[in-house]
């Protein structure tokens, strides 16, 4: 079988196929033992993601532990941030700590457009590494989205209320727009520069999209990271893009609109619901916390998604977000198996 007609990537394009296929969100995370082992290795986070032999062994995790169809490239959506000018530390118990914060239209303007071939070699190296190594599975390049990126450098890290966001949003428009000017930039350089690095497929991290109304999405959010698709169709008309946000299901009418394949959705966001708004390939979405529940739950959760799944004109399964740290590894193959076993049996 050529790579190209691998399950996921059927699916993404809304072609029939003879089950499911998998992949987890954070499937290369702390759940893991190895993970953990070879990120203790590593030093910190960020140098786990700067060095391509443990970022690349660190991929491949879950393909042998619990035998998702894809990898995910092992890294995060901030290792792009860092260069753009703002150190960036992942903090225990805290999360990201982004310093300095964006504040201003200059601060805006004195950010850096990473070049990923200078700037970012280690990540481009890993896509190789793992290329060489997989090559029965798709590999799944991924970038936060200008929204999601932006909210975390003006925020400096988490946030609960996105109240620097918001702010720059409403009531600086050059620092916005120079903001997601320079992210939008970002991204399709980053984007593309995996593609042309061998990813398969690319995921486009909004997460924290659905904290804005409909309409300041519409208005203020929608036309950057359509313009970031837009310009990733021209160059790779082939290359399929997953849309993801979370708590985003009053947005799906706006992202429907957007050339995408795919939309990612949370677990709150019902298929139906959703294939009423939207006419893409889904995928998703079983919640997180499924997965601490017994045997008989998952599967019968697991039953609903897939018949419904089966309306849509392609379906991925995945967890609505990611799968949380205490989860029981053997939960996570179960998942896997059951997804496999059912959707064959749900097609005859
Ligand atoms: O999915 C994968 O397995 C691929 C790797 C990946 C990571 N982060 C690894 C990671 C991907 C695709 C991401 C994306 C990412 N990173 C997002 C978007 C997805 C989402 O969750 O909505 C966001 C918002 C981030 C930012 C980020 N990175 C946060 C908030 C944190 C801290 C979380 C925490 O629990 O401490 C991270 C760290 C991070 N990224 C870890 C991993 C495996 C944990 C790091 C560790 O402690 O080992």
Aim: hydrophobic share 40%; glycine share 6%.
């Amino acid at each position: 079988m050529s790579l190209k007609d691998h399950p996921i990537l059927r699916a993404a394009r809304g072609e029939k196929t003879d089950y499911t296929p998998i992949w987890i969100m954070r499937q290369a995370g702390r759940y893991s033992e190895r993970y953990r082992r070879i990120r203790a290795k590593a030093g910190s986070f960020m140098e786990l993601c700067r060095n391509p032999e443990l970022a690349a062994e660190v991929t491949l995790i879950p393909i042998e532990e619990i035998g998702v169809d894809a990898a995910i490239l092992f890294s995060d959506i901030l290792v792009p941030v860092e260069k753009m000018g703002i150190e960036v530390k992942f903090v225990e118990g805290k999360g990201p700590v982004l310093s300095p914060k964006v504040e201003t239209a200059d601060d805006a303007r004195r950010l850096k457009v990473p070049e990923p071939e200078k700037d970012l070699p280690y990540v481009l190296e890993t896509i190789q590494l793992i290329k060489r190594r997989l090559t029965d599975r798709p590999l799944i390049g991924f970038s936060g989205a200008p929204f999601t990126l932006a909210s975390y450098m003006l925020e400096g890290g988490s946030s609960k209320n996105y109240i620097n966001a918001k702010s720059a949003m409403w009531n600086s428009p050059e620092l916005w727009d120079t903001l997601m000017g320079k992210l939008v930039d970002t991204v399709v350089e980053y984007l593309s520069a995996q593609i042309e690095a061998g990813v398969d497929l690319v995921q486009i991290f909004d997460s924290w999209m659905g904290v804005l109304s409909r309409e300041d999405y519409e208005r203020f959010v929608f036309p950057y990271t359509e313009k970031v698709v837009k310009a990733l169709k021209e160059r790779h008309p082939s290359v399929p893009i997953i849309h993801f946000g979370v708590n985003a299901s009053h947005l799906l009418e706006v992202n429907n609109r957007l050339p995408v394949d795919v939309i990612g959705l949370d677990w709150k966001t019902e298929i139906p619901f959703a294939l009423e708004r939207i006419d893409k390939s889904i995928q998703g979405n079983l919640d997180p916390v499924a997965l601490f529940a017994d045997e008989k739950t998952i599967t019968e959760k697991v039953e609903k998604i897939l018949t419904e799944g089966l309306k849509a004109r392609g379906h991925i399964f995945n967890l609505g977000h990611g799968i949380l740290p205490p989860t029981d590894p053997a939960k996570a193959r179960f998942l896997v198996e059951t997804v496999h076993k059912l959707s064959r049996e749900l097609r005859t």
